[in-house]
């Protein structure tokens, strides 16, 4: 049995961390006896790293939480169609990431090609003309 200090050190997470998840209700708060000290198990530990290795991999508390909720064997469709729709967002995040690494070295090359003018074409292009008003 783990109290939540040791539960903490054994995901690798601070205390606070176990707190906010249980607030959350991602992690349950064992019952506290009389007088005593809440335990937790090496499930819980399991939990906590799933949770962790989930957000890394982009996923929100919400969605984690949807999974979490879907971890008996029977929903595997249903966690795969999460997983979907978070790959979709994600390649849809490159596509903008890329369009903005164009447009970045397209104003990057006119700065280069202008040296010594008096007008930034990388400002000029950023600031809205009298025209667009």
């Known amino acids: 049995m783990?109290?939540?200090?040791k539960l903490a050190r054994a995901a690798g997470v601070?205390?606070?961390?176990?707190?906010?998840?249980q607030r959350?209700?991602?992690?349950t708060e064992p019952v506290k006896p009389l007088g005593g000290i809440r335990h937790y198990s090496q499930p819980d530990v399991a939990r906590v790293l799933f949770i962790k290795a989930a957000q890394r991999i982009g996923f929100t508390l919400d969605e984690i939480a949807q999974l979490l909720n879907l971890d008996d064997g029977m929903h595997c469709s249903k966690a795969r169609e999460i997983a979907e729709h978070k790959l979709e967002a994600v390649r849809e995040r490159l596509a903008d990431l890329q369009r903005i690494e164009t447009a970045l070295?397209?104003?990057v090359g006119r700065c280069e090609?202008?040296?010594g003018t008096v007008s930034?074409?990388?400002i000029d292009a950023l600031q809205p003309s009298i025209a667009d008003s």
Do not use: D, W
Request: proline residues 4%; contains cysteine; aromatic residues 8%.
């Open 2 to 5: 783990l109290t939540i200090s």
């Open 14 to 21: 601070n205390v606070e961390t176990i707190r906010f998840y």
């Open 24 to 27: 959350r209700n991602l992690l």
């Open 105 to 107: 070295a397209q104003l």
């Open 113 to 115: 090609a202008s040296r």
């Open 120 to 122: 930034c074409p990388l």
